[in-house]
């Protein structure tokens, strides 16, 4: 059976929404059919910038943080800055998605939805305002990196933005089966001290085969796969934070920083003294506009 690799990286925002604010973004229309039942194989993301995806068709579920979520058609998924997220085939199915990148200066998610308690990650939108929300993506997917509609694209992305706040609200998250869900609770609360698969499988008594097994019909990827993009969401944030190389791989689970270093550049085809520099200059460019884009 031919496996399709969906392509993995970090996408860059094409059009900058208004100089004075350091906001940028990309935005683009997805339909993959996966009728005949062979799902793609893909990484967990980790993206430098907030993602916001809007559901249109398919039967999938979202992995974002450390739980995941059933989807209908309407629902916008918000990952944030370095936060690890997936999307899940349940079954073959034609899946059709709106998907934006915006770069946020702070901490990558707007005041407007940052300062609710009742914040979630997964947002129902329905009759007007899912059209509503729905029209705009696609005008700011038509606005490109066209900077003559810099004004309108900015109008776009708070509308966007103020519907979210409108219909945030109780969290739906999915029922794993009883042989899952203890594993994934387990994997998110420990991810640092886990040194290996093999630990997991002496904990929960499971052979190797049997927990590849698990996590590939409930997540379509492997465990250690899961284990490392854990470990490397967490390290971009250390990073970001300021944590030197070595203690970002010590606070990993990483038994020396050359190895961190290596899986590291692997993924994201830079080493983290470089991503942490680059981070380090977004935060001086951030500090320089001052004050991010204001939303009613």
Same mark, same amino acid.
């Given at each position: 059976?031919?496996?399709?690799?969906?392509? =993995?990286?970090?996408?860059?925002?094409?059009?900058?929404?208004?100089?004075?604010?350091?906001?940028? =973004? %990309?935005?683009?229309?997805?339909?993959?059919?996966?009728?005949?039942?062979?799902?793609?194989?893909?990484?967990? &993301?980790?993206?430098? %910038?907030?993602?916001?995806?809007? &559901?249109?068709?398919?039967?999938?579920?979202?992995?974002?943080?450390?739980?995941?979520?059933?989807?209908?058609?309407?629902?916008?998924?918000?990952?944030?800055?370095?936060?690890?997220?997936?999307?899940? =085939?349940?079954?073959?199915?034609?899946?059709?998605?709106?998907?934006?990148?915006?770069?946020?200066?702070?901490?990558?998610?707007?005041?407007?939805?940052?300062?609710?308690?009742?914040?979630?990650?997964?947002?129902?939108?329905?009759?007007?305002?899912?059209?509503?929300?729905?029209?705009?993506?696609?005008?700011?997917?038509?606005?490109?990196?066209?900077?003559? =509609?810099?004004?309108?694209? *900015?109008?776009?992305?708070?509308?966007?933005?103020?519907?979210?706040?409108?219909?945030?609200?109780?969290?739906?998250?999915?029922?794993?089966?009883?042989?899952?869900?203890?594993?994934?609770?387990?994997?998110?609360?420990?991810?640092?001290?886990?040194?290996?698969?093999?630990?997991?499988? %002496?904990?929960?008594?499971?052979?190797?085969s049997s927990l590849d097994r698990i996590?590939?019909?409930?997540?379509?990827?492997?465990?250690?796969?899961?284990?490392? %993009?854990?470990?490397?969401?967490? @390290?971009?944030?250390?990073?970001?934070?300021?944590?030197?190389?070595?203690?970002?791989?010590?606070?990993?689970?990483?038994?020396? @920083?050359? &190895?961190?270093? @290596?899986?590291?550049?692997?993924?994201?085809?830079?080493?983290?003294?470089?991503?942490?520099?680059?981070?380090? *200059?977004?935060?001086?460019?951030?500090?320089?506009?001052?004050?991010?884009?204001?939303?009613?």
């Amino acid at each position: 059976m031919e496996e399709r690799v969906m392509p =993995y990286g970090e996408p860059v925002p094409t059009g900058t929404v208004e100089n004075t604010t350091g906001w940028g =973004y %990309s935005m683009s229309d997805c339909e993959c059919d996966f009728t005949d039942g062979k799902f793609p194989s893909q990484l967990p &993301h980790i993206h430098d %910038s907030l993602e916001l995806y809007f &559901h249109l068709s398919g039967d999938v579920s979202f992995l974002v943080g450390d739980r995941v979520y059933p989807l209908q058609k309407g629902d916008v998924v918000l990952s944030r800055r370095h936060e690890l997220h997936l999307c899940v =085939y349940n079954s073959p199915c034609v899946h059709r998605h709106l998907c934006g990148w915006v770069d946020i200066p702070g901490s990558g998610l707007p005041s407007v939805l940052s300062g609710r308690e009742d914040f979630f990650p997964v947002v129902h939108l329905r009759g007007e305002d899912e059209e509503r929300y729905l029209a705009c993506a696609k005008d700011l997917a038509r606005f490109g990196g066209d900077g003559g =509609y810099a004004t309108e694209a *900015l109008a776009c992305l708070t509308e966007m933005f103020v519907l979210l706040r409108k219909n945030t609200g109780k969290e739906r998250a999915e029922n794993y089966p009883d042989d899952f869900r203890p594993i994934l609770d387990y994997c998110n609360e420990r991810f640092c001290e886990i040194s290996g698969v093999e630990e997991i499988c %002496s904990h929960f008594f499971v052979s190797r085969s049997s927990l590849d097994r698990i996590f590939r019909r409930n997540l379509r990827i492997g465990p250690k796969e899961y284990l490392v %993009s854990r470990k490397m969401a967490y @390290a971009k944030r250390l990073l970001t934070e300021g944590k030197t190389v070595e203690d970002t791989a010590f606070l990993c689970g990483f038994g020396d @920083a050359s &190895h961190f270093i @290596a899986v590291f550049k692997k993924r994201f085809l830079v080493t983290p003294k470089t991503f942490q520099r680059r981070s380090g *200059l977004l935060r001086e460019r951030e500090g320089e506009v001052g004050r991010p884009l204001p939303l009613p």
